[in-house]
């Protein structure tokens, strides 16, 4: 009778269709091979059902689910039969449905951050020109929120001046960033969980991790640096063209006109096509106004998390494009050489935001699932 009783937390969508696949006898991988999930996310599901079921094994779990009527009484094991081919049929993927919520940072700003998947939970660090909202119908992020909720529930969110976050903030120091970062993990009641950081938001990740060692379990990071532009040791040349940049980025970032955003784009994008260069000038503008743009880029050229870096104690990947236009390639060898022990992985590609369509992806992607699934939270 006490089987009959109803779970306290119900069985979701995705681990009642993990559960119908464990009653048929079918193996992790093979689990993970149907569902087109990692096998770290497989069996991270199954302890999430036999969790929900007071259950230590396999066997009870499908006993237990079978009196409960979760799945039906007279399940048979699955015949085993010799795949046609070792490549899985190609897959299209729906919209991943996301939600978007907010929190409230320390000083009071509203921060605006999105959940969207299924799995363990993985954290995306806010970045430039992030927009919760658009970012799914933007060729510049999509297939990166795509992959990002492959075996996960993805939690990310916008920078504090720009997307759906307040963009009247006061403060847009690097230590609001970290403490945004902060309140978004507390906003989603994270325990334990992997931390993913693009471009500046890699230094982001890199002074939450070593402030909070507890929380973060894997480190990656792609495009990235340790020190910006001013704690680098620069030609007269080099000054001279960051400040034109800036000097741009105030003039013409809001202009209806693109061509001021496009210079600045296309050192983000100089191997991409022209829908894309187009797509991330419509994101540039839509995420930030001219004036934060130019706030938020200064204080990036003051980032200095070498010192923080070198405190890093769990395992860290750091990917780079070779011919990365915005971050010198040293910039992420260097970033690389000061966390103890971290993998690095050099992409052939001149894009600092890698297209869908490049050599480079399918580099980046396999390097970080094979990463990720080394873990074993």
């Known amino acids: 009778m006490e089987d009959k009783e109803p779970l306290l937390t119900p069985i979701n969508k995705r681990e009642q269709e993990v559960l119908e696949r464990l009653a048929t006898g079918l193996s992790d991988q093979q689990i993970a091979d149907e569902l087109f999930l990692s096998l770290h996310t497989v069996k991270w599901y199954n302890r999430q059902i036999f969790n929900k079921l007071g259950v230590n094994s396999r066997t009870q779990a499908i006993t237990k689910a079978r009196a409960l009527g979760l799945i039906g009484a007279n399940d048979l094991p699955a015949p085993m039969t010799s795949p046609a081919s070792d490549q899985p049929l190609p897959v299209k993927r729906q919209k991943v449905e996301h939600r978007v919520l907010f929190t409230t940072s320390f000083d009071g700003t509203r921060i605006a951050f999105a959940i969207a998947g299924e799995g363990p939970p993985l954290v995306k660090v806010g970045n430039y020109m992030g927009h919760v909202e658009y970012d799914w119908d933007s060729p510049v992020w999509a297939h990166w929120l795509e992959e990002l909720t492959r075996s996960h529930t993805l939690i990310y969110y916008d920078e504090r001046g720009s997307g759906l976050s307040d963009w009247n903030a006061e403060d847009v120091s690097f230590e609001s960033w970290v403490r945004d970062l902060e309140a ?118 003051r980032i200095d998390v070498r010192d923080l870096a070198s405190q890093i104690t769990v395992p860290a990947l750091v990917l780079h494009s070779r011919e990365d236009q915005a971050v010198p390639f040293e910039e992420g060898r260097l970033l690389a050489s000061l966390i103890p022990g971290a993998q690095f992985v050099a992409l052939e590609s001149k894009n600092h935001l890698l297209t869908k369509e490049e050599a480079a992806w399918p580099k980046f992607v396999a390097a970080m699932r094979s990463f990720l699934s080394e873990g074993d939270e």
């Open 184 to 301: 978004v993990v507390n906003a989603a009641r994270l325990q334990r969980f992997p931390l993913f950081a693009m471009s500046q938001a890699g230094a982001v990740a890199v002074a939450y991790t070593a402030r909070h060692p507890d929380k973060v379990s894997r480190l990656i990071v792609h495009g990235a640096y340790a020190r910006g532009w001013l704690k680098r040791d620069l030609t007269e040349e080099q000054i001279e063209e960051e400040k034109l940049m800036i000097s741009l980025m105030r003039v013409g970032w809001g202009r209806e006109n693109p061509a001021f955003r496009q210079v600045f784009a296309m050192q983000l994008f100089p191997d991409a096509s022209p829908e894309h260069i187009h797509a991330l000038e419509e994101q540039m503008r839509l995420s930030v106004s001219p004036k934060n743009a130019v706030r938020l880029e200064s204080e990036m050229h």
